[in-house]
């Protein structure tokens, strides 16, 4: 499986995003799938997961309310809305997959300014 995530940019404090992550391969919609973020300096920490129908998701507590993952099996993609940003949400954000092994996108660069 690769995973290529796009969406990334430099935004105000209080501006939304949105992250996008298309997998290629197949069996796509057997995988769990989340979204970790490593800002500089820090360890990379778990931002979002969600089951492989879309049934079940789980989030850091500091975004619970403002982001929400999702995915479209059909498009082989993850997403991951982010609103009201703000500068602690600073980070590269990673696309991951999970189903026997683990695989790591390359990540996407987010940077809120106040």
């Known amino acids: 499986v690769q995973l290529v995530e796009s969406g990334g940019g430099l935004v105000q404090a209080g501006a939304s995003l949105r992250l996008s992550c298309a997998a290629s391969g197949r069996a796509f919609s057997s995988y769990g799938m989340a979204w970790f973020r490593q800002a500089p300096g820090k360890e990379r920490e778990f931002v979002a997961g969600?089951?492989?129908?879309?049934?079940?998701?789980d989030y850091l507590d500091s975004v619970k309310g403002r982001f929400t993952i999702s995915r479209d099996n059909a498009k082989n993609t993850v997403y991951l809305q982010m609103n009201s940003l703000k500068p602690e949400d600073t980070a590269v954000y990673y696309c991951?997959?999970?189903?026997?092994?683990?695989?790591w996108g390359q990540g996407t660069q987010v940077t809120v300014s106040s």
């Open positions: 991951y997959a999970e189903r026997i092994y683990e695989y």
């Open positions: 969600i089951n492989w129908d879309g049934g079940s998701t």
